[in-house]
């Protein structure tokens, strides 16, 4: 069974910075790309980063391209999106998510099967 668990949310000021970590559990992490995705309140989720199987190729949204990165460590099983420059705008609820490839496609949010719990994220102006 895959499990991801993300960790690391927190509230901070505008300005401040913050780094998420997903541990993936029940598959082969190294074989597979991961992204991030964000889910604001009363907006639909939304995608923001992501990376391929060894860290070779990273994507990110234009919102957040120079602020956020991305990255993993494959003996950790782990993924981090490392947030800096946070702005009120960036507050949600951050989801991780594992593609079904060692790369990453332009796919709908319905594509993938499976999700972490989320970590909320909340930055105050």
């Known amino acids: 069974q895959v499990q991801l668990v993300e960790s690391g949310g927190g509230l901070v000021q505008a300005g401040g910075s913050l780094r998420l970590s997903c541990v993936v559990s029940?598959?082969?992490?190294?074989?597979?790309?991961m992204g991030w995705f964000r889910q604001a309140p009363g907006k639909e989720r939304e995608f923001v980063a992501a990376?391929?199987?060894?860290?070779?190729?990273?994507y990110y949204a234009d919102s957040v391209k120079g602020r956020f990165t991305i990255s993993r460590d494959n003996a950790k099983n782990t993924v981090y999106l490392q947030m800096n420059s946070l702005k009120p705008e960036d507050t949600a609820v951050y989801y991780c998510?594992?593609?079904?490839?060692?790369?990453?496609?332009?796919?709908?949010?319905?594509?993938?099967?499976?999700w972490g719990q989320g970590t909320q994220v909340t930055v105050s102006s």
């Open positions: 029940g598959r082969t992490f190294s074989s597979y790309g």
């Open positions: 998510t594992t593609s079904e490839s060692p790369g990453w496609g332009d796919y709908p949010v319905e594509h993938y099967k499976y």
């Open positions: 990376i391929s199987w060894g860290g070779g190729s990273t």
